[in-house]
């Protein structure tokens, strides 16, 4: 074999293991693993979108099924009239590490009394959600984690009221939506972590995620409505549920 030959093959070598890497990557990042999983709620034992091996004791998800969910998702018909009686609205909220740190910072500062943090944005909640109770799942950007659960009221603020944000962010200062009741991902239980580890596969990844919207916005309708109809699980009730439990 001559020098050129073993230089190509080289070359060759180094872009596979780079290839393998990055699947490996992408990969780790789909299928986030539970180690000592115990009492599962039984949407793990039945749905297409997960494996359960009781031998290790771990779940995986299924990165092939996922991807085929989130394409049939865009051609699901929504029951609005459904969604629309429900008592509670299901929303999210985005946050990158900057503005959550100043959103702290400020929550600290003011000392408001039963206030458990605010969501601010440059954008009013849409007039379309009808609920006057909302659960808001908070989305932090830059982890791709979700953060917790708050509970607002539908009503609209006064704008530019607060001065929450500094510098380029001003424009975020516009609404701002106080939370009186919020559930930390750290206060919950295994089986509701299941569920957030779910909703973090759909909230981040895939061509459904929910990461490039401005505001708080509404937890996709045609997402709950095809995880009701193929996998049994009703993202509203066991949201509600979280809260319920707690009360």
């Known amino acids: 074999m001559t020098d050129l030959q073993k230089d190509q093959k080289d070359q060759k070598d180094q872009k596979k293991d780079q290839k393998d890497q990055k699947d490996q990557k992408k990969k780790q990042l789909y299928y986030p693993l539970t180690d000592n999983t115990i009492n599962l709620p039984p949407i793990i034992l039945t749905s297409s979108l997960f494996t359960y091996d009781n031998v290790t004791n771990k779940i995986t998800y299924n990165n092939k099924n996922i991807r085929e969910f989130e394409i049939a998702t865009k051609k699901q018909i929504i029951d609005k009239k459904r969604f629309n009686n429900e008592e509670f609205a299901i929303m999210t909220t985005r946050v990158s590490n900057d ?4 959103t702290n910072k400020w929550c600290k500062e003011q000392q408001l009394q039963n206030i458990k ?6 954008v009013a909640i ?3 959600v009808k609920q006057h109770k ?3 799942i908070e ?7 979700i953060l917790g659960i708050g509970y607002i009221q539908n009503i609209l603020p006064e704008s530019f009221k607060y001065q929450i944000f500094s510098s380029n962010r001003t424009v975020n200062n516009k609404y701002a939506y106080m939370c009186r009741r919020r559930i930390d991902i750290s206060d919950m239980t295994t ?13 981040f990844k895939g061509k459904c995620n929910m990461k490039r919207v401005r ?9 709950q409505s095809k ?21």
């Open 99 to 102: 503005t959550l740190l100043e």
């Open 117 to 122: 943090t605010v969501y601010a944005c440059s």
């Open 126 to 128: 849409s007039k379309h």
């Open 134 to 136: 909302l659960l808001v």
């Open 139 to 145: 989305m932090n950007n830059t982890t791709n984690k």
């Open 191 to 203: 089986n509701e972590l299941e569920l957030i580890r779910l909703l973090e596969i759909f909230c």
């Open 215 to 223: 505001g708080i916005t509404r937890f996709s309708l045609r997402l």
């Open 227 to 247: 995880l009701i109809q193929n996998e049994g699980l009703n993202i509203y009730e066991e949201i509600k549920k979280i809260f319920t439990n707690r009360l």
